[in-house]
Structure formats: structure tokens, C-alpha cells
Nanobody, 129 residues
């Protein structure tokens, strides 16, 4: 059973940075996709970034247009930890951030939350003006 535990959220002023972490355990198989999603109250969860993993090596990364150039997704395979470095944060980045995992490649459907079968509990990131 896959377990995902996020950490690293907090409060920061606009223009600042945060780094989110997601420690994964129990993942099997040689290819899977790990992603970050975010959600604000009364809105649907949206995909932020994803990274493919094959045979223990990380591969292609994907980003939502709203975060390109500001966010960087990465993974430390030795630590089984996924990261999301968020720079130049804006107030509209305020949300609960979740990491998620699905078996197989990320592909063009990486933003579809219903394709991910494992989710963390979320970590809140708040950006003030």
C-alpha cells in the first residue's frame, strides 16, 4: 500500500518561496508518475506539476501554465521523496497542496486527478500580499 506524506507548507509573503516535500513508501513497479495538485475551497483540484519515474530514474516533467518558470518538481530517488520548489509566489498560489501517485507514465493526462490512486493528506501554503 502506497503512503504519501507531505510537509513544508506554511505562510509567506508574495514574491517569497516555499519548498514542499512528499515522502513516499510502498510504491512498487518500475514506472509511475508522481504529481502535485492544489485545491482551494469550492474549487476543483488542479494539477500543478508531475514527474515520471522509470526504473528508479526520474524523467519528463510537466507543469501547469500558471506555474511554469516559477515552480520546479524534482525527486530524490534515494530518499523516495518528491519535492516542489515554489518561487516568486503569488497570492493566487494559496491552496492546499497534495502529492499523488499513479502507476504508469504521466503522459498528456497527467493533470487528471481521477487517474491517481494514492494521495497524501495535503499541506497548506498561504501567500499574503
Amino acid at each position: 500500500q502506497v503512503q504519501l506524506v507531505e510537509s513544508g507548507g506554511g505562510s509567506v509573503q508574495a514574491g517569497g518561496s516555499l519548498r514542499l516535500s512528499c515522502e513516499a513508501s510502498g510504491a512498487t513497479g518500475s514506472m509511475y508518475c508522481m504529481g502535485w495538485f492544489r485545491q482551494v475551497p469550492e474549487k476543483e483540484r488542479e494539477g500543478v506539476a508531475a514527474i515520471s519515474t522509470f526504473a528508479g530514474s526520474t524523467g519528463v516533467t510537466y507543469y501547469a501554465d500558471s506555474v511554469k518558470g516559477r515552480y520546479t518538481i524534482s525527486r530524490d530517488n534515494a530518499k523516495n521523496t518528491l519535492y516542489l520548489q515554489m518561487n516568486n509566489l503569488k497570492t493566487e498560489d494559496t491552496a492546499m497542496y497534495y502529492c499523488a501517485l499513479k502507476v504508469g507514465a504521466c503522459g498528456s493526462s497527467w493533470m487528471r486527478e481521477n487517474e491517481y490512486h494514492s494521495w497524501g493528506q495535503g499541506t497548506q501554503a498561504t501567500v499574503s500580499s
